[in-house]
């Protein structure tokens, strides 16, 4: 038994060879956040900035393709407008972004000139990735700039957004960036040097490498930024290391410091190993992003049909509806025990729903008529959690 044990151990890979992906990776998404770009009243620290682009523009120019997804907008606006702290109320939060994201802008063409790196501004949000013919937009512009060898440098769309301002999306549009540009991996940085099974300041130990969420289960982790810059935090990276993982993409949590050493493939950081295949970004958003409006209730073998992946939800599999919703909204797709099945786009309005469930769609089609002999939530709409 002893034997084989140390047999199955052997094979599995150590983290110092999954790292080396990095290394041989060709294209590459990384994202950096305001708390290690800014100083701590608000302004761009040109130090921290030129070091995260010393390494990267090596890089760039040794041939490796880097999508840069940079947070620090908002932070880098804060000092120029004279706040002493970062807004709390959207306006002046916009107002931040747009004076910010210029001077960040600025000084990204300059200190990446110095190694023959043309960039090249790419506003977005969430939505931008979700929705098909901006997504389409999205994919052809980044292929486009990183075919003309320009290193994109990607961020959340501030000056316009509205909810996702306050998140840390950054973190989770990377992740989705990730998935739109097919890289071989991405790499997360913060002011943290890896996930931690504690708070790190308390002896806790790293965490070298996540297979699945699980893995975390018994695992405190930080939600919010540091220095009052960030919206995001280490709950943010988690999710979106989890979101790009499920799709594929092996992803690496870790410092700012660390960059030069991710690039050289060592041991340091967190390690999210690859499982899965790679989803499309609608299908990431609708499983890690959507917020659903309501909820639907399937019996015992439309869980298990639903659970397979490979099955729509029809009328006669439902047991109950909760909530408000509309054709389009996103919903829960649950059993009896009100534990979360899936997740996906419904086809009927939540008024419509009581009158067919437990029916066939043949008999809804006699009563009702032909537009209700379809599936409530068709599989190509829905995700299993």
């Known amino acids: 038994m002893k034997q084989r044990l140390r047999m199955k151990q052997t094979r599995k890979p150590s983290a110092v060879n999954e790292r080396s992906q990095i290394a041989r990776a060709g294209r590459i998404v990384v994202k950096v956040g305001s708390s290690s770009l800014t100083t701590v009243d608000g302004g ?28 620090g907008a908002i932070a880098a606006g804060i000092s120029p407008l004279g706040l002493k702290r970062r807004p709390k109320d959207l306006a002046t939060q916009q107002a931040a972004a747009s004076v910010g994201q210029g001077r960040l802008m600025s000084q990204y063409t300059d200190e990446f000139a110095k190694f023959g790196v043309t960039v090249g501004q790419v506003l977005l949000t969430a939505e931008d990735l979700i929705r098909r013919e901006q997504y389409g937009n999205a994919f052809r512009t980044l292929n ?17 957004a509205t909810h996702e301002i306050r998140f840390g999306d950054n ?20 002011d943290v040097d890896a996930v931690y099974d504690g708070p790190p300041s308390k002896g806790a130990k790293r965490i070298a490498r996540v297979d699945s969420p699980s ?65 499309s970004a609608r299908m990431l958003w609708l499983a890690h992003l959507a917020s659903a409006s309501g909820r639907l209730v399937m ?14 939800l029809l009328p006669a599999g439902i047991v109950e509806t909760s909530g408000e919703f509309e054709a389009g909204d996103v919903v ?24 067919m469930l437990g029916k066939s769609t043949r008999e809804l089609s006699k009563k009702l008529g032909k ?11 829905l995700v299993v959690i």
Do not use: C
Not at 336 to 350: L, Q
Not at 371 to 381: G, I, L, P
């Open 44 to 71: 761009i620290s040109e130090d921290a900035l030129i070091a995260l682009v010393d390494t990267l523009g090596r890089a760039r120019a040794a041939g490796t393709e880097i999508i840069l997804v940079s947070s």
């Open 144 to 160: 486009r700039l990183l075919d003309l060898g320009v290193l994109p440098i990607v961020n959340e769309h501030d000056t316009v």
């Open 171 to 190: 973190d989770r549009l990377a992740a989705l960036v990730a998935d739109l540009t097919k890289a071989d991996a991405l790499v997360l940085l913060s």
């Open 215 to 279: 893995d975390l289960d018994e695992v405190e982790i930080g939600g919010s930024g540091s220095a009052g810059v960030g919206t995001g935090g280490m709950a943010t990276k988690v999710q979106a290391a989890t979101m790009a993982s499920e799709s594929g993409i092996p992803a690496l949590v870790t410092s700012a410091a660390n960059v030069a050493r991710v690039l050289r493939g060592e041991d340091v950081g967190t390690w999210f190993a690859p499982r899965g295949l790679r989803r």
């Open 299 to 312: 019996d015992p073998g439309a869980v298990r049909a639903i659970a397979g992946g490979k099955k729509s």
């Open 332 to 355: 829960d797709l649950t059993d009896r025990k009100g534990r979360i099945v899936a997740r996906g786009i419904v086809n009927f309005a939540s008024d419509e729903l009581p009158a």
């Open 371 to 381: 537009r209700y002999a379809r599936s409530v939530v068709h599989v190509d709409d």
